[in-house]
């Protein structure tokens, strides 16, 4: 028994997901199968690895796509919107022109051909994908949303077609074409379908930008000493990275030489960086802001700090609420009990008018207006917008039922001091005087550390006019500046000791002081 998971493009509503969902179970070998319409993927308990292949084909059979990866999921997914884009603005403008013709004057068989060519295109060419898709779902018995669109528009044609062809023959009052509302819901559909779609595609935008952080290519030490750039997915373990300053690191593993500054504020919340020395771990996609280190790679691509933090997204992404699985319920039979509707409304009407014509032309204007993609969309698309917008601000969820308990929340409680804070490096004292402070900010504006930043912004604050100089300076990691003839030293107590400063008693208790008040000290 193994669990694998499919990235899935093309789904257009939550019936499409829960179609896939029905069908897949129905696969000798396949134990469960969860799909999720939100963020595009299914995640299926198979017995054994031969079952993957016969759940791939079942799922292109019914009109959809298997990327291989996230990336290829994404590419589909952008190609996907880009064509919904380009379908809505053909139909849109077929359906202008349409109603147009339909509003002129002079009614002429000449006109209604016209009317009916393009009405035609509109409805084969830029809804094209209703069909298919509706074809797939009613040979597999299942009823969803491209259904009704594809019965709705086809019915609303044939009519008018039959209008056309035989109008003498109909009542005065039943002559009328309607082939621009069946133009008009297709491209209404379209540009909902889009939307829905764009926004898909933006609530799992911090997602992606996770994906980024982590660097594609590494660099390799080789038994000779040089360095080979490879991919970094490919890295296994044992091997010798090298990051340089200014270079993420590219895997999870242990520091075996040098030593430098890594921020990792994206992964902890850390406003500072911290200084990583041979034994120290590191964690792919942190920060090398000043030093140079040989990292030993201790974790596979798919094994690292970040990778988890992705499949625990994904995963929460792809959970379903008890509310949702209510809202898929309800989708599941409201098409059918639509196609039902119709039914009795045709007969209804032909009962009570005698006229058949009538009877078809209430129940396509049942099938037209009742399409269920709000009820099975509103749940998932919230959940994927607060995940990410959790994670874009460091909350990270790993159930999304708590969402729901999260209404009825009045108190949070946290067990960290300093686990709140903005991110931001500060000053909030000072004993140096103006002169000199403008002195090290002149210094510190020639390192691109976040402590030597926020010195020059507190020296820009209080007005102070900063003089640069052609001299050269140096940035000892974790340890911190100064100039090229060590006029001006700046940093930490361990640094000032080294080059020779005496640190009075006094001072120190001040400087414990500001420690064990959660302050960073710099002398």
């Not at 596979?300 to 959970?319: M, R």
Request: aromatic share 6%; glycine share 8%.
């Amino acid at each position: 028994m193994q669990n694998i998971k499919l990235n899935i493009a093309g789904m257009t509503c939550v019936n499409c997901s829960n179609a896939i969902e029905r069908v897949t179970k129905k696969i000798a070998g396949v134990l469960d199968a969860k799909v999720s319409f939100a963020n595009g993927s299914g995640e299926f308990i198979i017995e054994n690895a031969e079952v993957q292949a016969a759940i791939e084909e079942k799922i292109k059979k019914l009109g959809y796509g298997v990327a291989k990866d996230l990336a290829e999921f994404e590419a589909k997914r952008e190609k996907h919107i880009l064509n919904l884009r380009r379908n809505f603005l053909a139909a849109a403008a077929l359906s202008a022109v349409i109603m147009a013709l339909e509003m002129s004057e002079q009614p002429s068989a000449a006109k209604s051909a016209v009317m009916l060519a393009l009405a035609f295109i509109a409805i084969t060419t830029c809804g094209r994908d209703f069909f298919i898709h509706a074809y797939g779902a009613l040979k597999n018995k299942n009823f969803d949303m491209n259904v009704l669109v594809a019965l709705g528009t086809s019915t609303a044609f044939a009519y008018s077609l039959g209008v056309f062809i035989a109008g003498e023959r109909l009542p005065e009052n039943m002559r009328y074409l309607y082939v621009s509302g069946a133009a008009m819901i297709t491209a209404f559909v379209l540009l909902g379908k889009f939307l829905e779609e764009r926004s898909k595609a933006r609530a799992g935008d911090y997602i992606k930008s996770l994906m980024d952080m982590s660097p594609k290519t590494a660099l390799v030490l080789q038994k000779d000493g040089s360095a080979l750039e490879v991919d970094a997915a490919s890295l296994k373990i044992g091997d010798i990275a090298v990051v340089k300053s200014g270079y993420a690191v590219p895997c999870d593993g242990v520091v075996i030489n040098g030593g430098a500054e890594i921020d990792a504020s994206m992964l902890t919340g850390e406003s500072l960086p911290v200084y990583k020395k041979q034994g120290d771990e590191v964690n792919a996609g942190t920060i090398n802001l000043n030093g140079y280190i040989n990292v030993k790679v201790t974790k596979l691509a798919n094994q690292t700090l970040l990778s988890q933090i992705l499949e625990l997204l994904s995963d929460a992404s792809s959970k379903k609420m008890p509310i949702s699985r209510f809202a898929d319920r309800v989708a599941n039979i409201f098409v059918p009990s639509v196609i039902a509707i119709a039914v009795v409304t045709f007969f209804t009407w032909f009962a009570i008018t005698g006229n058949a014509l009538q009877g078809v032309l209430s129940a396509v204007c049942v099938l037209i207006i009742s399409c269920p993609c709000a009820l099975g969309l509103a749940t998932p698309i919230a959940i994927v917008s607060s995940l990410s917008l959790g994670a874009k601000n460091g909350i990270l969820i790993k159930n999304p039922e708590v969402l729901e308990v999260l209404g009825g929340v009045k108190y949070a409680v946290f067990d960290k001091t300093g686990t709140l804070t903005k991110g931001e490096i500060s000053v909030n004292f000072t004993d140096i005087n103006d002169e000199n402070l403008a002195k090290i900010a002149a210094l510190e504006a020639k390192s691109s550390h976040p402590i030597s930043a926020s010195i020059v912004r507190y020296a820009n604050e209080l007005g102070l006019k900063i003089l640069g100089d052609e001299k050269g300076f140096e940035n000892i990691a974790g340890r911190g500046v100064k100039s090229e003839d060590d006029s001006v030293v700046a940093g930490n107590e361990a640094f000032l000791s080294e080059l020779g400063v005496e640190i009075s008693a006094q001072a120190k208790e001040q400087i414990a002081k500001a420690q064990n008040e959660g302050n960073g000290v710099v002398l």
